[in-house]
């Protein structure tokens, strides 16, 4: 009777670990190293500091937001753009005081931190985003299974 069980357990349970892995292997994001964060700091606050601007200070809890917009646009629970961004002001609302104004880029396809900032740079809307009035800013970055890297920068003042 247990060699008879064995083979039947087998089955039940490769028919319901196989689809787990494969939902997990196609859909979710993956979180990146952070030196790809810290590259995106380095080569956004260059820019500041060559137009006599202050540096940005990076925030952990900043860091949060923009990482979950960046994995929610990764594994594809959010189409890339900034929609929920009301949801990340409520969020920041609550841990930066006094809260002032905020602003989003985000980014996907660059390879690195600065050819991420790069694109950014030749943007006009986004360009006057690194270099606006902020003092703080998130950066998040997230990866789809097949290496497509999605950047969220949050600055906020």
């Known amino acids: ?7 039947m357990l087998k089955t039940s349970v490769v028919f319901l670990i196989l689809p787990v892995i494969f939902l997990y292997a196609f859909t979710s994001a993956k979180p990146l190293k952070e030196n790809l964060t810290e590259d995106v700091l380095k080569y956004t606050n260059q820019l500041r500091r060559a137009k006599g601007l202050p540096a940005l200070e990076m925030r952990n809890d900043l860091n949060a937001i923009a990482r979950k ?5 990764a594994s594809g629970r959010r189409r890339f753009g900034h929609s929920g961004l009301n949801e990340r002001e409520l969020k920041v ?45 998130g950066i998040g970055t997230a990866c789809t299974r097949r290496g497509v890297i999605y950047y969220t920068q949050i600055f906020v003042n």
Do not use: C, F, T
């Not at 917009?69 to 646009?73: A, F, I, L, V």
């Not at 006009?124 to 985003?129: A, G």
């Open 69 to 73: 917009h960046s994995e929610d646009m």
């Open 1 to 7: 009777m247990n060699d008879q069980i064995s083979p």
């Open 93 to 137: 609302k609550r841990i930066i005081h006094p809260y002032h104004s905020l602003a989003e880029n985000i980014a996907y396809g660059a390879r690195s931190g600065k050819e991420a900032v790069s694109i950014w740079k030749n943007s006009r809307v986004h360009r006057e985003n690194m270099l606006g009035n902020y003092k703080y800013i």
